[in-house]
């Protein structure tokens, strides 16, 4: 403290003297004011009007023009981001929605002064300039993206699936060309550059919203989802290499000329491929695994990334592509590309991209559309884009084999166009390919193609939904579980549960991890070696296991998600040895409190998640309040298999439970021994049991002693099988209730409110 009040009179002391010092030397140089002349001040002003003249000066600063357009641009876009993921849409669309808002077609309509003095014509090359920074930025994420193992595993279906949604909708573009060049393109540009680009804006696909409508639909492990993603990754390989020819085509004034920037294109990637991938593959191996990703190495692939693009650019194709083919040959090491991915793609797409989307929408003007005509124009190549892309790519699904369902959700996913396809736009509208009208028709054709992408992906799995009911049901179950070893029990339960049902069942193993801080360069490592145990239970009981694996702060959302979109027939969850004792809670009240979206992730907040496999009874009642599928509670306490099975029966809304009995539990050679919590039972409830099935099958039921003087409740090897109503009644004793073996906890399906309405 004494130290502190002494550097406290030190810097007092040394401002002072300092301060004196300065003001004593400008004292001095007044007399250098004559040599000056009267100046360029005005003496009539005032010192307020002279600040508001800077304050004005500054306002019509470029710097300044363009920190406020990053403002507005970056307000408007997370404000329809959120509108849009809140309809079921990718957040991605809204921020393409919100560009256009911010053009003439909204902002510029209703309010041309604001719109003007926001964005003045002078000061959309700095917005310009950035956006292209940006785009290049994404473009080598892209290019990170893409995994070639996947590309490897499903390559004959993918070529057939990719190239047959490029050639038809190419095809049928060139066609649709025809019918509108010498209308609305003729007095721009030739023919040729201008079919060609129709037919690629009706081949492209967008690859990252594709993947993200995959990743948020949970189909990312399954067949569909991978075919999709592989397809679509050799659709834009594909697609930006037919953009990289067409526009050196229309850059050039002569077909040989052509030819030349094309060899030099071929020199190129055949360079990157051949030359600078191994190089960097070795470099990347040095790196790959390191405490941290060192900032020189860092430095080196940035200037890898701008080499390449600058290299494009000057050839006579797009910086876009080269900032493609750098992504797609850095190393493949899935850790070290995770790793790159983190450090440009929240740059790239928070900051820089919606800069890209506001100078689109700024020269984007629905009200160009203002004919009969145009309008028709814009159906037809709405028409054609669907027919094309989706009928192609729908058809050559169910050509190499995939079921109809299969291949209708392919040619949807394949369907999308969205970002990708405003960066083609842009570079045609930037090359004098396109006009300002063909621009927003086929803008317009990329907005609804993505936009129907979810509610089709949504129409088809109800529609077979409703034709698998019209077959004949086939039962779902979902092990949900945090813990690897805990997926090889729950699996374990259910067989031991459903027996032959199970053979016949879907069965989903969801791996959740909790929190989102999982370190990259290890999670694909961890995603595997957390389905082993399961993996190797599912092979000894000649099942097939989806697995899913899912990182998430909002786990119990997440669960119940899953169970209802699954439409989830029984739900396996795992629970901690000291599940009921100390953590009461009425039953219901948690989860009733749980009405929409927002309530869930309050009321998660103010109470600590726990992995499956120590869920506490709030969370489990939170999620049975809002499935409406049979939930099975597996509590172990030290369990290593089930020799002794105990039935434990309080009233008649127990007597579900004999359902089970007739599965595995009845197949093999095992004994159900039926106990009662009371010595003295219900009277009919005891005669229904000792007449239905103690007396049909002695060999397999037996009235045992009751709960409190059972000797088997002390076994490890025993099972208690009761249901939650009964459980939560025994709870109550917490000492009995920590005497018991392990549990398996049982509750009915019911039928639940959507309470999320």
């Given at each position: 403290m004494k130290r502190n009040r002494t550097n406290y009179w030190i810097y007092l002391g040394m401002i002072t003297v300092f301060g004196v010092l300065i003001y004593l030397a400008l004292c001095s140089g007044e007399r250098f004011d004559h040599q000056t002349g009267n100046g360029t001040m005005n003496p009539n002003i005032g010192a307020f009007e002279l600040f508001a003249n800077i304050v004005a000066d500054n306002m019509t600063n470029s710097l300044t023009i363009l920190l406020l357009q990053i403002i507005v641009i970056l307000l408007t876009v997370r404000l329809f981001s959120f509108l849009f993921k809140y309809l079921g849409q990718p957040g991605v669309m809204g921020e393409i929605v919100a560009g256009i808002v911010l053009g003439p077609s909204l902002l510029g309509y209703f309010f041309p002064e604001f719109s003007a003095n926001l964005f003045p014509a002078e000061s959309l090359d700095n917005l310009n300039l950035l956006s292209q920074i940006g785009l290049i930025l994404f473009m080598f994420?892209?290019?990170?993206?893409?995994?070639?193992?996947?590309?490897?595993?499903?390559?004959?279906?993918?070529?057939?699936?990719?190239?047959?949604?490029?050639?038809?909708?190419?095809?049928?573009?060139?066609?649709?060309?025809?019918?509108?060049?010498?209308?609305?393109?003729?007095?721009?540009?030739?023919?040729?550059?201008?079919?060609?680009?129709?037919?690629?804006?009706?081949?492209?696909?967008?690859?990252?919203?594709?993947?993200?409508?995959?990743?948020?639909?949970?189909?990312?492990?399954?067949?569909?989802?991978?075919?999709?993603?592989?397809?679509?990754?050799?659709?834009?390989?594909?697609?930006?290499?037919?953009?990289?020819?067409?526009?050196?085509?229309?850059?050039?004034?002569?077909?040989?000329?052509?030819?030349?920037?094309?060899?030099?294109?071929?020199?190129?990637?055949?360079?990157?491929?051949?030359?600078?991938?191994?190089?960097?593959?070795?470099?990347?191996?040095?790196?790959?695994?390191?405490?941290?990703?060192?900032?020189?190495?860092?430095?080196?692939?940035?200037?890898?990334?701008?080499?390449?693009?600058?290299?494009?650019?000057?050839?006579?194709?797009?910086?876009?592509?080269?900032?493609?083919?750098?992504?797609?040959?850095?190393?493949?090491?899935?850790?070290?590309?995770?790793?790159?991915?983190?450090?440009?793609?929240d740059i790239a797409l928070v900051f820089f991209l919606p800069l890209f989307f506001a100078f689109s929408g700024l020269h984007t003007e629905i009200g160009l559309i203002n004919t009969p005509e145009l309008w028709y124009v814009c159906g037809l190549f709405i028409v054609v884009a669907i027919a094309g892309k989706f009928g192609g790519c729908t058809l050559a699904a169910r050509a190499v084999g995939e079921s109809w369902k299969d291949s209708l959700i392919v040619g949807t996913l394949m369907n999308t166009r969205g970002l990708m396809q405003l960066v083609a736009l842009n570079i045609g509208f930037e090359m004098g390919i396109l006009t300002s009208e063909m621009f927003v028709v086929l803008l317009l054709m990329s907005l609804l193609t993505t936009f129907m992408a979810t509610p089709m992906l949504s129409l088809v799995e109800r529609v077979f939904a409703k034709k698998k009911e019209s077959r004949g049901h086939r039962e779902k179950v979902l092990l949900s579980f945090g813990r690897p070893e805990t997926g090889r029990t729950l699996l374990n339960i259910a067989d031991l549960m459903l027996g032959h049902r199970l053979q016949s069942s879907e069965i989903i193993g969801n791996h959740f991890t909790l929190g989102t801080d999982l370190n990259p360069a290890k999670a694909d490592e961890y995603e595997q070696e957390s389905f082993i145990p399961l993996r190797e239970e599912a092979q000894q009981l000649q099942l097939q296991v989806q697995e899913r694996y899912q990182v998430t702060d909002h786990l119990i959302p997440e669960m119940v998600k899953i169970a209802r979109k699954e439409n989830v027939d029984y739900l396996f969850l795992g629970a901690g040895q000291q599940f009921m004792m100390g953590n009461d809670v009425p039953a219901g009240t948690f989860g009733k409190k749980f009405t929409t979206v927002s309530r869930w992730l309050k009321q998660l907040k103010n109470h600590p998640l726990h992995l499956p496999g120590t869920l506490l009874r709030q969370k489990l009642e939170s999620i049975m309040e809002h499935v409406d599928c049979s939930v099975g509670i597996f509590v172990n306490r030290g369990f290593t298999h089930a020799s002794y099975i105990l039935l434990l029966v309080d009233n008649e809304a127990d007597l579900f439970l004999f359902t089970y009995a007739q599965t595995r539990l009845g197949e093999e050679s095992m004994t159900i021994?039926?106990?009662?919590?009371?010595?003295?039972?219900?009277?009919?409830?005891?005669?229904?049991?000792?007449?239905?099935?103690?007396?049909?099958?002695?060999?397999?039921?037996?009235?045992?002693?009751?709960?409190?003087?059972?000797?088997?409740?002390?076994?490890?090897?025993?099972?208690?099988?009761l249901s939650y109503a009964t459980c939560q009644k025994l709870s109550k004793d917490q000492n009995t209730f920590a005497k018991l073996p392990s549990l398996l906890i049982i509750r009915p399906q019911i039928n639940v409110e959507n309470t999320n309405n």
């Amino acid at each position: 403290m004494k130290r502190n009040r002494t550097n406290y009179w030190i810097y007092l002391g040394m401002i002072t003297v300092f301060g004196v010092l300065i003001y004593l030397a400008l004292c001095s140089g007044e007399r250098f004011d004559h040599q000056t002349g009267n100046g360029t001040m005005n003496p009539n002003i005032g010192a307020f009007e002279l600040f508001a003249n800077i304050v004005a000066d500054n306002m019509t600063n470029s710097l300044t023009i363009l920190l406020l357009q990053i403002i507005v641009i970056l307000l408007t876009v997370r404000l329809f981001s959120f509108l849009f993921k809140y309809l079921g849409q990718p957040g991605v669309m809204g921020e393409i929605v919100a560009g256009i808002v911010l053009g003439p077609s909204l902002l510029g309509y209703f309010f041309p002064e604001f719109s003007a003095n926001l964005f003045p014509a002078e000061s959309l090359d700095n917005l310009n300039l950035l956006s292209q920074i940006g785009l290049i930025l994404f473009m080598f994420v892209i290019g990170l993206e893409l995994d070639f193992s996947v590309l490897k595993n499903k390559l004959n279906e993918t070529l057939v699936i990719s190239h047959a949604g490029i050639v038809v909708p190419f095809f049928l573009g060139v066609v649709a060309a025809i019918w509108v060049y010498e209308d609305y393109a003729s007095g721009q540009t030739e023919f040729l550059p201008f079919a060609l680009f129709i037919g690629i804006c009706m081949s492209i696909t967008a690859f990252p919203v594709l993947a993200r409508i995959v990743q948020e639909r949970n189909m990312t492990k399954t067949s569909v989802g991978m075919l999709s993603i592989a397809s679509a990754a050799n659709d834009d390989v594909t697609a930006w290499c037919l953009l990289a020819i067409v526009i050196a085509l229309a850059k050039a004034e002569s077909f040989i000329s052509a030819l030349y920037t094309i060899g030099l294109t071929l020199v190129y990637i055949t360079f990157m491929f051949l030359v600078m991938r191994p190089f960097l593959r070795k470099i990347g191996e040095t790196y790959a695994y390191s405490e941290v990703i060192n900032k020189a190495f860092v430095g080196f692939i940035f200037i890898i990334l701008v080499l390449s693009s600058v290299t494009t650019e000057i050839i006579g194709i797009h910086a876009l592509f080269g900032a493609f083919i750098a992504g797609v040959v850095m190393p493949t090491n899935i850790g070290f590309r995770k790793v790159m991915m983190e450090k440009v793609e929240d740059i790239a797409l928070v900051f820089f991209l919606p800069l890209f989307f506001a100078f689109s929408g700024l020269h984007t003007e629905i009200g160009l559309i203002n004919t009969p005509e145009l309008w028709y124009v814009c159906g037809l190549f709405i028409v054609v884009a669907i027919a094309g892309k989706f009928g192609g790519c729908t058809l050559a699904a169910r050509a190499v084999g995939e079921s109809w369902k299969d291949s209708l959700i392919v040619g949807t996913l394949m369907n999308t166009r969205g970002l990708m396809q405003l960066v083609a736009l842009n570079i045609g509208f930037e090359m004098g390919i396109l006009t300002s009208e063909m621009f927003v028709v086929l803008l317009l054709m990329s907005l609804l193609t993505t936009f129907m992408a979810t509610p089709m992906l949504s129409l088809v799995e109800r529609v077979f939904a409703k034709k698998k009911e019209s077959r004949g049901h086939r039962e779902k179950v979902l092990l949900s579980f945090g813990r690897p070893e805990t997926g090889r029990t729950l699996l374990n339960i259910a067989d031991l549960m459903l027996g032959h049902r199970l053979q016949s069942s879907e069965i989903i193993g969801n791996h959740f991890t909790l929190g989102t801080d999982l370190n990259p360069a290890k999670a694909d490592e961890y995603e595997q070696e957390s389905f082993i145990p399961l993996r190797e239970e599912a092979q000894q009981l000649q099942l097939q296991v989806q697995e899913r694996y899912q990182v998430t702060d909002h786990l119990i959302p997440e669960m119940v998600k899953i169970a209802r979109k699954e439409n989830v027939d029984y739900l396996f969850l795992g629970a901690g040895q000291q599940f009921m004792m100390g953590n009461d809670v009425p039953a219901g009240t948690f989860g009733k409190k749980f009405t929409t979206v927002s309530r869930w992730l309050k009321q998660l907040k103010n109470h600590p998640l726990h992995l499956p496999g120590t869920l506490l009874r709030q969370k489990l009642e939170s999620i049975m309040e809002h499935v409406d599928c049979s939930v099975g509670i597996f509590v172990n306490r030290g369990f290593t298999h089930a020799s002794y099975i105990l039935l434990l029966v309080d009233n008649e809304a127990d007597l579900f439970l004999f359902t089970y009995a007739q599965t595995r539990l009845g197949e093999e050679s095992m004994t159900i021994r039926i106990c009662f919590i009371n010595e003295h039972p219900n009277e009919s409830v005891l005669t229904r049991i000792t007449k239905d099935f103690v007396q049909r099958d002695p060999a397999k039921f037996i009235l045992d002693e009751p709960l409190a003087t059972n000797p088997l409740v002390g076994e490890k090897e025993s099972l208690l099988v009761l249901s939650y109503a009964t459980c939560q009644k025994l709870s109550k004793d917490q000492n009995t209730f920590a005497k018991l073996p392990s549990l398996l906890i049982i509750r009915p399906q019911i039928n639940v409110e959507n309470t999320n309405n």
